[in-house]
Nanobody, 119 residues
Framework: QVQLVESGGGLVQAGGSLRLSCAAS????????MGWFRQAPGKEREFVGD????????HYADSVKGRFTISRDNAKNTVYLQMNSLKPEDTAVYYC????????????WGQGTQVTVSS
């Protein structure tokens, strides 16, 4: 069983930056694909991006490409989401998730952290 705990959310002005962290425990972190998702009020959860086991293998939603960067530190069992040039429409609860590479669905989810971008 994998436990995921996000941190780093908060209130930021448009154009600002935040870095979210997701600490994992209880599993073999380096073997998992780690994803970031977000859910805004009244909207469905959407994919933000993910990072494979190998360094540099990342994928992003078009809405965040060029502004957000995902990285991971397997020694610290932590994945990061660096968010730059934030926009009010980035306001959402952000979740990290983990899955085995062979799985299409994410098996484990964190509790989420709120990000609010003011205009």
């Amino acid at each position: 069983q994998v436990q995921l705990v996000e941190s780093g959310g908060g209130l930021v002005q448009a154009g600002g930056s935040l870095r979210l962290s997701c600490a994992a425990s209880g599993g073999t972190f380096s073997s998992y694909v780690m994803g970031w998702f977000r859910q805004a009020p009244g909207k469905e959860r959407e994919f933000v991006g993910d990072i494979r086991r190998s360094v540099g293998s990342t994928h992003y939603a078009d809405s965040v490409k060029g502004r957000f960067t995902i990285s991971r530190d397997n020694a610290k069992n932590t994945v990061y989401l660096q968010m730059n040039s934030l926009k009010p429409e980035d306001t959402a609860v952000y979740y990290c998730a983990a899955r085995a590479l062979s799985n299409a669905e994410y098996d484990y989810w964190g509790q989420g952290t709120q990000v609010t971008v003011s205009s």
